[in-house]
């Protein structure tokens, strides 16, 4: 153990003593870029909570007038089917008129030529009166059938006066919508714009401090020893565990009272401790195997992303083209079981 403290003392030593100006010079440069985007995307969140308390307002109103419109269907239908009713009823009674009115103009004892045609005046009263009756009969008939049609024609009116409103309260949660979403979506594409750009950053940035790989403290140990962080030495995930650690990652076998142990278990303990699992590739992220994928053994593997380029990236490992040793390789993202996002 007291040759491994040593040989991590050295690889320090090494380090601190070769890394060249430029890049110390390239480090602080991004790391001010860094913090000035977090600044950005400080004023952006701000923003987006001064929209949301907007939005609110907006949303109980559109909730409020879905109901309404609801409502309104509903009493539409109503009024539809008081419509159905009344067409019978309009029916009904033009019908009646029409045969009154038959009635009269045809019936030798009711019409003006039998009245006119009375014998005497004790006929022609009795006639008359006879008449006077059909005709305010008729006219009780006509009354009905008039107010049955106006009430038809008020009852159509409401009716598309109740349509009209539905459309416009429709068209006006369409409009409430429509400017809620554009606002959210600019602000939502900002910080989408700001995430990608501090990621491009924070991978420039490993690139920069990161060390080289001849510095593992454990290359010549006995891989029957275990590393600092719970590892055999000169394994895939010693290696891994190491990585991120000089990332700045307090990393460790069991790290959040979960417990990696071989490299086909690290995607489910990831996950049950609360790191992000995927099939996004991103610099500093573990590239990991699950048994039998692309010819790995039962017990897995992980490697270390230095780069990606589009669906292509490039990982650091050991023990995979070289036994025990180390190997760099450069593949399709696609290849890959998943990543594992290990964070601070």
């Given at each position: 153990m007291?040759?491994?403290?040593?040989?991590?003392?050295?690889?320090i030593t090494v380090l601190g003593t070769s890394t060249p100006v430029t890049s110390v010079h390239a480090e602080e440069e991004t790391k001010a870029e860094i913090k000035d985007l977090r600044?950005?995307?400080?004023?952006?969140?701000?923003?987006?909570?001064?929209?949301?308390?907007?939005?609110?307002?907006?949303?109980?109103?559109?909730?409020?007038?879905?109901?309404?419109?609801?409502?309104?269907?509903?009493?539409?239908?109503?009024?539809?089917?008081?419509?159905?009713?009344?067409?019978?009823?309009?029916?009904?009674?033009?019908?009646?008129?029409?045969?009154?009115?038959?009635?009269?103009?045809?019936?030798?004892d009711a019409g003006l030529e039998?009245?006119?045609?009375?014998?005497?005046?004790k006929e022609f009263l009795g006639r008359l009166e006879?008449?006077?009756?059909?005709?305010?009969e008729d006219e009780a008939d006509f009354r009905k059938f008039e107010q049955a049609r106006q009430k038809r024609v008020q009852m159509s009116k409401k009716l598309h006066n109740l349509k009209d409103k539905q459309q416009h309260e429709a068209k006006d949660i369409q409009k409430q919508y429509k400017k809620i979403n554009t606002k959210l979506e600019k602000k939502e594409a900002r910080l989408d714009h700001l995430g990608e750009r501090e990621q491009q950053l924070k991978a420039a940035l490993k690139k920069v401090v990161q060390v080289s790989?001849?510095?593992?403290?454990?290359?010549?140990?006995?891989?029957?020893?275990?590393?600092?962080?719970?590892?055999?030495n000169r394994q895939c995930t010693s290696f891994v565990a190491w990585r991120l650690n000089q990332d700045g990652i307090?990393?460790?076998?069991?790290?959040?009272?979960?417990?990696?142990?071989?490299?086909?278990?690290?995607?489910?303990n990831a996950r049950k401790i609360g790191f992000l699992v995927n099939d996004q590739p991103a610099v500093g992220a573990v590239a990991q195997?699950?048994?039998?994928?692309?010819?790995?053994?039962?017990a897995g593997h992980v490697a270390y992303v230095t780069e990606v380029n589009g669906d292509q990236v490039t990982v650091e490992e050991y023990n995979w083209e070289v036994d025990y040793g180390f190997s760099k390789r450069t593949i399709n993202a696609s290849e890959v079981s998943n990543f594992i996002h290990i964070t601070e």
């Open positions: 007291k040759n491994q403290w040593i040989a991590i003392l050295s690889a600044q950005k995307q400080e004023d952006v969140e701000k923003e987006t909570r001064k929209l949301k308390k907007e939005i609110d307002p907006l949303k109980k109103k559109a909730i409020r007038m879905e109901k309404e419109i609801s409502q309104t269907s509903d009493r539409i239908d109503t009024l539809r089917k008081k419509m159905k009713k009344n067409e019978s009823k309009l029916k009904y009674h033009q019908k009646q008129y029409q045969d009154r009115v038959k009635l009269v103009y045809r019936k030798e039998s009245l006119l045609a009375a014998d005497s005046i006879l008449l006077r009756l059909l005709v305010k790989a001849s510095l593992y403290p454990f290359k010549d140990a006995s891989t029957s020893g275990i590393d600092p962080w719970g590892f055999y307090d990393f460790s076998n069991t790290m959040k009272g979960g417990k990696f142990s071989n490299a086909s278990n690290w995607d489910d195997w699950n048994p039998g994928a692309q010819g790995v053994g039962s």
